[in-house]
Nanobody, 125 residues
Framework: QVQVVESGGGLVQPGGSLTLSCAASGVIFSINGMGWYRQAPGTERELVAV???????KYENSVKGRFTISRDNTKNTVYLQMNSLEPEDTAVYYC???????????????????WGQGTQVTVSS
């Protein structure tokens, strides 16, 4: 009813840049919060950045000044621009969509929270 697809991960050298995208499709009326999380092997999933429906942003301390989160509400898409990447940024990155207001196949409206499938980001020389 709501599909969430991430793209943009890959292998990059230290100091390089990548942009992740996360697009939601379906009959969607609005999305409240949108965010990015990451999980490295053997660690808990952690918040990287979030953006509210009003455009307010919050970042994990280690990515401040290097990463930028943005959203395009006309495309139901959230982006994460990552610059000056470090080996410590290596992880699987997941997008998170909170309070997605949508119409289901049966014609009724619903609220739901969704995760993307995850995309690998590897920073290595």
């Amino acid at each position: 009813q709501v599909q969430v697809v991430e793209s943009g991960g890959g292998l990059v050298q230290p100091g390089g840049s990548l942009t992740l995208s996360c697009a939601a499709s379906g009959v969607i009326f609005s999305i409240n919060g949108m965010g990015w999380y990451r999980q490295a092997p053997g660690t808990e999933r952690e918040l990287v950045a979030v953006i509210t429906s009003g455009g307010s942003t919050k970042y994990e301390n280690s990515v401040k000044g290097r990463f930028t989160i943005s959203r395009d509400n006309t495309k139901n898409t959230v982006y994460l621009q990552m610059n000056s990447l470090e080996p410590e940024d290596t992880a699987v990155y997941y997008c998170r969509l909170d309070q997605v207001y949508y119409r289901g196949y049966e014609g009724r409206t619903h609220f739901g929270d969704y995760w993307g499938q995850g995309t690998q980001v590897t920073v290595s020389s």
